[in-house]
C-alpha cells in the first residue's frame, strides 16, 4: 500500500518554492523539492515495509521484496536475482526456479567464491608487500604465479598470508634477488598478518616438492649490492666517511665493495654451508671496512654497534665470523670495534 499525503488543490503554490518561487519536483526519496534551493517541502509517498504479493504482471523488477523485519529476500547469486515468494525462488521474469538445481549451482559458486576471495587475498598482498620492499615485477609476478598455482590445487597449504610470504621468498631465489627472510616478515606483521619464520620455511619446503621446483641457494656476494645500498642511504655512516677518510663517499663505497667481493673468493665453500648468507656478507662487508680504512690510514667507518643497529646483524654473529675471516685477510693491528 502506497500511502498519498495531501497535495494542496492551488498548482501554482505547489509547483512553486514557498522561499525562492523555484520549481518544485519529486525526489528519487519521494520528497517534493525545489529545484533551485534544494528546499523539501514534503513527503509525497513512503515506500511500503513489506508486499504480500508481487504485481500480478512482475513488471516491477527492481522491487525489493522483504520479511516484516526488513530484512531483503532477493538472493543475489549465480549472476542472477532470485526473489523469494510464499516460498518458492522465482527470477526476475517471474519464472519459478528448480530448487534442487538452483541449491547445486549455489554451492558450486560458493567455492568458486572462496577460491576466487583467496587468490585475490594473497595478490593484493603480495602486491602490497612488493610495493613496500622495492620488489621488481618479474619477482612479483613469479611468486603471483607459484601462489595462485598452490590455491588452484586440491591440497590445502598454510594460510594466504603464510602462502604469499613463502611464495615471495622462492621467487626471489628463483630470480637471485636479495631479499631476507626477516624483512619479509617484517612487513607482513606490520601489516597485521600473523606469520613466523617457522611456518614460512615448513611452507616453502611443501610448495617446492608439490611443483618440483629446484631449491636454489642464494650465496652472500648477492647481498652485497643491497648492503652498500643500505649503508649510503645512513646519514651518519656518510658522516663518518667524509671526516674520518676525507674522500668523496662513492670512492669509499667502490673501495669497499671491491674489497667484500674480493674477501668472499677466498672463503673456503666448507664455511659457508649451514651459515646465514645475509649475516655471512655483513660480517664480509664489516672486515672490508677495517681494509679500506687500512689502506686510506684511518679509523674504521664501521663499528660492531653501528653495524647492528644498520644493517641488523648481532654482535655476536660478527665476532663469531671474525675469527674465522681474520684468518683469510690476515689483518695485522689493533682495532676499535665498539
Do not use: W
Amino acid at each position: 500500500m502506497i500511502i498519498i499525503l495531501n497535495i494542496m488543490e492551488n498548482e501554482e503554490k505547489v509547483m512553486k518554492c514557498k522561499e525562492c518561487g523555484g520549481r518544485l519536483i519529486v525526489s528519487d526519496y519521494g520528497e517534493l523539492v525545489c529545484s533551485e534551493c534544494g528546499l523539501v517541502h514534503e513527503k509525497i509517498y513512503l515506500q511500503p515495509l513489506f508486499e504480500i504479493e508481487p504485481l500480478s504482471d512482475f513488471s516491477a523488477v527492481e522491487k525489493l521484496y522483504v520479511n516484516p523485519d526488513g530484512k531483503p529476500l532477493r538472493k543475489e547469486d549465480l549472476g542472477s536475482t532470485f526473489i523469494h515468494i510464499n516460498g518458492k525462488l522465482k527470477d526476475n521474469k517471474g519464472k519459478e526456479i528448480n530448487k534442487q538445481r538452483f541449491f547445486r549451482l549455489k554451492r558450486i559458486n560458493t567455492i568458486y567464491v572462496k577460491k576466487h576471495d583467496k587468490s585475490i587475498d594473497a595478490v593484493m598482498t603480495l602486491l602490497r608487500v612488493c610495493s613496500l620492499l622495492n620488489i621488481p615485477k618479474s619477482v612479483y609476478e613469479r611468486a603471483g604465479y607459484i601462489c595462485n598455482k598452490i590455491l588452484s590445487g586440491r591440497r590445502r597449504v598454510g594460510t594466504t598470508y603464510q602462502l604469499a610470504a613463502a611464495s615471495l621468498i622462492i621467487a626471489s631465489r628463483e630470480h637471485k634477488y636479495p631479499l631476507t627472510l626477516k624483512d619479509v616478515i617484517r612487513i607482513f606483521r606490520e601489516l597485521g598478518h600473523k606469520v613466523s619464520a617457522k611456518s614460512i620455511m615448513r611452507i616453502t619446503s611443501e610448495i617446492l616438492n608439490e611443483l618440483s621446483i629446484k631449491t636454489i641457494a642464494i650465496e652472500p656476494k648477492d647481498y652485497m649490492t643491497r648492503i652498500m645500498n643500505i649503508l649510503k642511504s645512513n646519514i651518519e655512516i656518510n658522516r663518518r666517511v667524509i671526516y674520518f677518510t676525507g674522500r668523496r663517499v662513492e670512492e669509499y663505497y667502490n673501495r669497499l665493495m671491491n674489497y667484500s667481493l674480493s674477501i668472499y673468493e677466498r672463503i673456503d665453500e666448507k664455511f659457508r654451508i649451514g651459515k646465514n648468507p645475509y649475516l655471512l656478507a655483513v660480517s664480509i662487508v664489516y672486515i672490508a671496512d677495517k681494509l679500506v680504512c687500512k689502506e686510506l690510514n684511518c679509523q674504521p667507518i664501521l663499528s660492531q654497534k653501528l653495524v647492528s643497529e644498520v644493517l641488523g646483524s648481532t654482535q655476536y654473529t660478527l665476532r663469531q665470523h671474525m675469527k674465522y675471516l681474520n684468518k683469510v685477510v690476515k689483518i695485522e693491528g689493533n682495532y676499535d670495534t665498539n
